[in-house]
């Protein structure tokens, strides 16, 4: 593994494991958001805090996990989830402040690291051939148990047919910055997984990828909102999220976001 490989690795490793949060500061919010987040957040943290002088603890890791650890009571004060319905039944179970806000809808890539027998293509063709002429024999996703990029990926391999040969050669990452990490570093022939990361110069400079036709799996409307208990704090960035300034580093990371059609 070169050394771009081992830093993107590392990076990851550090902040996309889901933990459970700290006991919340009234003065540093904590706020658990979805893996895709990871490089688009991390701007926006750092925005608000040379805007503001305020800071916020981000914490990356599966949607899915986080709606577990949320039902039990995690204390996170505020969730950015890449699924909104697990914002929806939150809410419903009396857990956030209330429905919250649609920030972002996001979109997938079939990528490949550089060395790869495999040629990505919008149409996933020469995926299509490497399954048949046994190029493909490890492929990463996120795993679509509890992540809802994995479960895009799935939905648009299924689409294409793709999945039942491809299904004994998955790697499954717990969340879809891990799925990145196995689909860049070498340990397989390509992958699927966010827009957002694969934009992110750390992730692009490592190989080639193919944006996937966003009908090839249901929307990934992605959701937050405040837990009951969150403090001031986490109501501003709540807010800030949803400004201009948040708006455009989303959008740059290929979001499209609430009121814009493309």
Known sequence: MNLGRRLFAIALAVFATPVLAQAPSASVPNVAAAADLK???DEIGKAYEGETGRK???TYGSSGNFFHQLQQGAPFQMFMSADEGFVR?????GRTVDQ???????????FAPKGSALKPDAGMTDLRAAIADGRITRFAIANPEHAPYGRAAEEALRSQGLWDGLKSKLVLGENVS????????GSSQGGIFAYSLALAPAVSSLGTYALIPADWHAPLRQRMALMKGAGPEAAAFYAYVQQPAARAILRRYGFLLPGESS
């Open 39 to 41: 490089f688009a957040l």
């Open 56 to 58: 916020v603890q981000l």
């Open 89 to 93: 039944q939150l809410n419903e179970a």
């Open 100 to 110: 919250g806000a649609l920030y972002a809808i996001g979109r997938i890539v079939l």
């Open 178 to 185: 891990q799925a990145a990490q196995f689909a860049t570093s």
